[in-house]
C-alpha cells in the first residue's frame, strides 16, 4: 500500500536552514509527481510546490520562490524540501502528498506532517 | 490566486443529522474542485475530487456538487469518525488553492 514517511520534527534558529524528507513505498516512485503543503496550526494549507520525480522538473508557488528547493532521489524513493533563511513565520507543519493523475490531478496520499519550530 | 470560501466555519452537528458545507470560489473553476479531510491527529485524507467523485475507501454518506463558482460537501447521516476539518481546494487555476475549513464539532 501506498505509504508517506516523513522527517521528524525540527526546531532551528532563525536565519538558519532545514531539509525535510517524505520517503515514500507501495508506488512507483520514479513516474510520479509530489507536491508539498504549510499549514500553520490553527490556519488552512498552501501549496508550496510540486516535483516530478522523472526528470526533477519543479513548479512553484510565487509566494515560497526563494524559500523553498524541491529535489528527489529516485534510488531511495524519496523527496525533499530545503526551506532556507527561516523566520518565526516559518513556523508551521509541513506535508507532503502525492499527485495522482489519473483520472484526475488530486493529492491522493499525504504524509504526517513535519512540524518546523524556529525560535532562537 | 483564486481565492476560497467556506461556509460556515465552525458547524454543530449530532450524530446521524445531515450537514452541508458550501464553498465558494472567487472566479469560476469549471468542476476543479476536491474536498479534504482533516482528523484532529493532523492526518489529511482526500474525500471527493473533480466536485462529486468518490475517492475509493470513503463512505458513500459523503457526496458533493457544484458548478461555476458553488460547491458543496454533504454527509447524509454523521457518524463519530466524521467530526472533523473539512477543506474545499480549487485546481483550475495556478497555485493551487485551499478554502479556510470548515470545523465539524459534535452538537
Known amino acids: 500500500q501506498v505509504k508517506l514517511q516523513q522527517s521528524g520534527a525540527e526546531l532551528v534558529k532563525p536565519g538558519a536552514s532545514v531539509k525535510l524528507s517524505c520517503k515514500t513505498s507501495?508506488?512507483?516512485?520514479?513516474?510520479?509527481?509530489m507536491s508539498w503543503f504549510k499549514q500553520i496550526p490553527g490556519q488552512s494549507i498552501e501549496w508550496i510546490g510540486m516535483?516530478?520525480?522523472?526528470?526533477?522538473?519543479?513548479g512553484y508557488n510565487q509566494k515560497f520562490k526563494g524559500k523553498a528547493t524541491l529535489t528527489v532521489d529516485t534510488s531511495s524513493s524519496t523527496a525533499y524540501m530545503d526551506l532556507s533563511s527561516l523566520t518565526t513565520e516559518d513556523s508551521a507543519v509541513y506535508f507532503c502528498?502525492?499527485?495522482?493523475?489519473?483520472?484526475?490531478?488530486?493529492?491522493?496520499?499525504w504524509g504526517p506532517g513535519t512540524m518546523v519550530t524556529v525560535s532562537s | 490566486d483564486i481565492q476560497m470560501t467556506q461556509s460556515p466555519s465552525s458547524l454543530p452537528a449530532s450524530l446521524g443529522e445531515r450537514v452541508t458545507i458550501s464553498c465558494r470560489a472567487s472566479?469560476?473553476?469549471?468542476?476543479?474542485l476536491n474536498w479534504y479531510q482533516q482528523k484532529p491527529d493532523g492526518t489529511i485524507k482526500p474525500l471527493i475530487y473533480?466536485?462529486?467523485n468518490l475517492q475509493s475507501g470513503v463512505p458513500s454518506r459523503f457526496s458533493g456538487s457544484g458548478s461555476g463558482t458553488d460547491y458543496s460537501l454533504t454527509i447524509s447521516s454523521l457518524e463519530p469518525e466524521d467530526f472533523a476539518m473539512y477543506y474545499c481546494?480549487?485546481?483550475?487555476?495556478?497555485?493551487?488553492?485551499f478554502g479556510g475549513g470548515t470545523k465539524l464539532e459534535l452538537k
Open positions: 502528498a502525492r499527485i495522482t493523475t489519473v483520472p484526475y490531478w488530486y493529492f491522493d496520499f
Open positions: 507501495g508506488y512507483t516512485f520514479s513516474t510520479s509527481y
Open positions: 472566479q469560476g473553476i469549471s468542476n476543479n
Open positions: 481546494q480549487q485546481d483550475a487555476s495556478f497555485p493551487p488553492t
Open positions: 516535483i516530478y520525480a522523472g526528470d526533477g522538473g519543479t
Open positions: 473533480y466536485t462529486s
